[in-house]
């Protein structure tokens, strides 16, 4: 399937203030697609995503690519249309901002379902089960929780790995970056001892970097949704419907083995 990507359209804090300003959800789809599922763009399912954050959603070859990706082309595939990806602050979805002012139909960002983002957004069924780790250096490494104090931990803002890590990391330092390749960046230089985030990033991180290593899962039980404005239950239901065919006719299992090298357990 074709696939586009385009630069955010606004900046968090434009977008924010955008919501804001419009009282959030006034505008209206410019189109629609089979079924009456209403769509931002003719012909387009436009998905919000925050890059990068491989193997889920990444640039290759200049094309996003991932496996999220590769699971709302399905997506587009049921509705008849084309997946268009936008590259936009985190924030911007998990607030539903992206969403208010119509700047996509869907988010698919490796985001966890939890009850306060289920305030301001809609979420599909889950369509993958993730549990938070710790990435560290091979020349210092920590077993257990408790091998992380004294630490400086990075976290990405706006994610449950930051949450997790401000409620029960009480004897680490925790350090704030608003994306994933900035604390990939920081435990590289040196300006923190370990990274929390989603098992899936930071085992495939560990795997193609030599000198690191994940010490240890933390077993949190979340779950991934894909994202998309309150109350659009046209879309929620060709999601889900998606998800359950391509559960049912084999078609998720090869995703998942193209990006992870085997079948989910």
Known sequence: MKRRSSLAVLAAGALLALSACSGGGDSEPAATAEGGVPLVEDGKLTTCTHLSYQPFQFEKDGE???????????????????????????????????FNQNQCDVAAAAMTITPEREEAIDFSESYFPANQAILTKEDKTADDEAGLKDFKVAAQAGTTGLDYANENFKDAEIITYEDLPLSLEALKNGQADAVINDNGVLYDYAANNDGFTVGFDIDTGEHYGIGMKKDNEEMKTAVDDTVKEIKDNGEYDKIYEKWFGDAPK
Request: proline share 3%.
């Open 64 to 98: 996003v690519v991932g496996f999220d990706v590769d699971i709302v082309d399905a997506v587009a595939k049921h509705l008849g249309v084309e997946q268009e990806i936008v590259n936009t602050p985190f924030e911007t979805i998990t607030t539903g901002a992206a």
